[in-house]
């Protein structure tokens, strides 16, 4: 049964006490502490590399009787985290990490997270060349999913994850890579094992917990960290320490012998327990079936769910009208379960594994059948879908701060960021999950058959580019007598005095077209917001007044393509 030591908060924590730290590293080694968790990031900037010169300050040449994990790829832009998985940086964290620790070659190198904006691979085969030249003797990963741990070792050996686990924290379990690594041998270690600063004296409040702590003279936290360190050989959990103290209780958490009845106690009062000690299968084949079901809906905000649950039947359950969160309306299905319901019908997004899984393991002990009902709408069909509904609601396009007040007395109302939320986490239902079955169902667009007339929706950006700008309008207004047109505009460097002067201008010139100008006055940076181009809401209202049917549509700029792409119309990069 092996503790390390996670040595964050000594780099991080604003009143760092060198001192104090060095104290720290050297009482967990006292206390029989072999592996000590840094990375290039933990200091007070990216370039510091302050954990691990402080390892390296510590232990001198003793470093090499204990293994020392790191990890590459973080930026701290203003002391914050931001993920940077360019293939540079990772062979640059990790060249420099070795110099800090003064060292020939890295014992164990993560990736420390994965960044959304790099892809995947690009940062694994980093990792690959590393191993390959030398610099580290063995690579791993931090905070992924199952299926980037699957692709990751398409590529290269991986050796070790990282993941948060801990009494309070079961999504890495539930989601599948905790069991997928112990099915092929692969270390996780457990960052977080007591649930972080925001739980801290949680388990000490503890009855049960207080009660073994004081019957073997330790503290509440180092029963559960012996208990987590004995829930599989393969698991080894990262208390933090910022005091020479608190590393020799996770010392001491190592040798702590629990009782058979005492690991079963522990075991009922924390589900991961039994996650972890059971395979998915297992539990599933264990429990008793019968012929209700459950079905499970997983889509992303918008896509069509509660108008497909209306006829799907049974008892519908929606976080939208109940309120709360994901586990609530699992702990909801069951108790639906146990008094007789014999079809439940989850009408939420559930993009994750981990999400998903609480549903089957509470539909499991009550003998229910699970099958997923996959709602394979794109990201921009949802986003159309998103304004309509806003339409239909409130009779205009909310502006951020409307539509934020809104979303508290009804959450169908979202800004851009939920789906773009649900896209950048989304996990596609699979078969071994445990589902019973699994429908895929493609979005498909029914057409209004009020909407017949013909529209033009034009850039401003190609008007005021014009170098004859007269006679583009004036050859403009004779191509389309009938068509009613519509400019858009977005000028998100401008302030608001010069994008009204601006604003003014353009409506005049294009008065004589009877065209209507609609203009998104929000700044850049992520959309808050659902009319800035290419989003639909700005043209999407027009579209529904006029009753413009998307193939006598034409969208021209090629800022608006994605937006004519998604409503089926013609995008052209200028007027022919």
């Known amino acids: 049964m092996e503790i390390g030591l996670g040595c964050m908060r000594l780099s991080t924590d604003p009143d760092r006490d060198e001192e104090r730290a060095l104290a720290t590293l050297r009482a967990a080694r006292e206390a029989g502490v072999r592996l000590f968790d840094t990375a290039a990031a933990y200091g007070r900037n990216a370039r510091e590399h302050h954990g691990e010169r402080l390892l390296a300050r510590a232990f001198g040449a003793g470093l090499g009787e204990l293994e020392v994990v790191t990890k590459a790829g973080m930026a701290r832009p203003k002391g914050g985290w931001r993920p940077d998985g360019r293939r540079k940086t990772i062979l640059a964290d990790a060249e420099a990490s070795r110099r800090a620790l003064g060292v020939e070659a890295l014992d164990l190198l993560l990736l420390h997270a994965p960044d959304p904006r790099v892809p995947f691979a690009t940062s694994v085969r980093a990792l690959a060349t590393l191993l390959e030249r030398g610099v580290a003797e063995a690579v791993g990963l931090s905070n992924v999913r199952l299926d980037q741990l699957e692709e990751a070792r398409a590529i290269v050996p991986i050796d070790c994850v990282q993941v948060a686990l801990s009494p309070f924290d079961e999504d890495a379990v539930r989601g599948g890579v905790v069991e997928r690594c112990f099915e092929l041998g692969i270390r996780v270690l457990a960052h977080s094992p007591l649930g972080g600063p925001k739980r801290r004296g949680v388990l000490a409040r503890h009855e049960d917990l207080a009660s073994l702590a004081g019957a073997h003279g330790v503290t509440a936290e180092t029963i559960a960290l012996a208990w987590l360190a004995g829930l599989h050989p393969s698991l080894v959990p990262l208390p933090g320490a910022r005091r020479p103290e608190t590393a020799r209780l996770a010392g001491a958490a190592a040798t702590l012998a629990l009782r058979d009845d005492e690991r079963a106690l522990l075991d009922a009062l924390f589900p991961i327990g039994e996650l972890v000690r059971t395979r998915r299968a297992e539990r599933r084949a264990t429990r008793p079936r019968s012929e209700r079901e459950v079905v499970l809906f997983v889509g992303m905000p918008a896509a069509g769910k509660t108008e497909a649950a209306r006829h799907e039947g049974g008892l519908r359950l929606s976080r939208d009208e109940r309120g709360g969160t994901l586990k609530d309306l699992a702990r909801a299905m069951e108790a639906e379960l146990e008094d007789g319901a014999r079809k439940v019908v989850m009408d939420a997004t559930y993009p994750t594994r981990a999400q998903r899984n609480r549903v089957l393991e509470a539909a499991w002990r009550q003998g229910a059948r699970v099958r997923a009902v996959w709602f394979d709408t794109p990201l921009a069909q949802a986003q159309l879908n998103a304004v309509d509904r806003m339409l239909a609601k409130a009779g205009r396009v909310l502006d951020p701060d409307a539509l934020k007040k809104a979303g508290r007395a009804d959450p169908t109302m979202i800004p851009p960021a939920a789906q773009l939320r649900f896209a950048r986490t989304f996990e596609p239902p699979r078969e071994d999950e445990g589902f019973d079955g699994i429908e895929r169902r493609a979005f498909e667009r029914r057409p209004r058959p009020d909407h017949r007339e013909a529209g033009l929706v034009i850039d401003a950006a190609l008007l005021e580019e014009a170098e004859d700008e007269a006679g583009w309008l004036s050859r403009l207004a004779e191509r389309t007598p009938r068509t009613a047109l519509l400019v858009t505009a977005w000028w998100p ?66 800022g608006l393509a994605p937006l004519a792409d998604a409503l089926g119309a013609l995008s052209l990069p200028r007027l022919r």
């Open 493 to 558: 460097d401008l302030g608001a005095a010069e994008r009204g002067a601006r604003e003014g201008a353009l409506a005049h010139r294009i008065a004589r077209l009877g065209a209507e100008l609609a203009v998104c006055p929000h700044a850049a940076g992520p959309p808050r917001c659902w009319c800035r181009p290419p989003l639909p809401g700005l043209v999407l209202p027009w579209m529904r007044r006029e009753r413009i049917a998307p193939e006598k549509l034409t969208l021209v700029g090629g």
